[in-house]
């Protein structure tokens, strides 16, 4: 986890192991998302899968549709992390669009 995403609960300081646990929920989360979809999963499968509990899963994220938004920004910034954005961007929005469009991290999803 980075350090901009460091845990921050009022009644508990955070820990490394804190940390691995909640990297591991949104680990098993993600898989188990993919395989099942958003309805298919469930809290418990992710807690089994695990090896955690419920009440760590619940601390961490509250629900599972903050789980599921925890487990879509984590990978979203994974995402971001591995494009190389400049900064002489172009105020014409088409400009733009082609400078990220040829970025070749960004050109591998294009779609024909």
């Known amino acids: 986890m980075s350090e901009n995403n460091k845990l921050n609960f009022p009644c508990c300081p955070p820990t490394s ?16 998302f993919l395989e099942k979809g958003y ?3 469930s809290i418990d499968e992710v807690v089994q899968r695990t090896g955690g509990s419920k009440a760590s899963v619940y ?13 879509f920004t984590e990978r ?16 014409d ?15 591998k999803y294009r779609f024909s």
């Not at 601390?59 to 487990?71: R, S, T």
């Not at 929005?93 to 050109?107: Q, R």
């Open 17 to 32: 192991r804190g940390e691995q646990r909640r990297d591991a929920f949104l680990q098993a989360a993600r898989i188990i």
């Open 39 to 41: 309805a298919g999963t």
């Open 59 to 71: 601390k961490y994220f509250g629900n599972k549709e903050c789980l599921f938004a925890a487990m």
């Open 76 to 91: 979203c910034q994974a995402f971001l992390a591995q494009l190389e954005i400049t900064n002489d961007l172009s105020s």
């Open 93 to 107: 929005l088409e400009e733009t669009l082609n400078l990220f469009a040829d970025d070749p991290v960004i050109g």
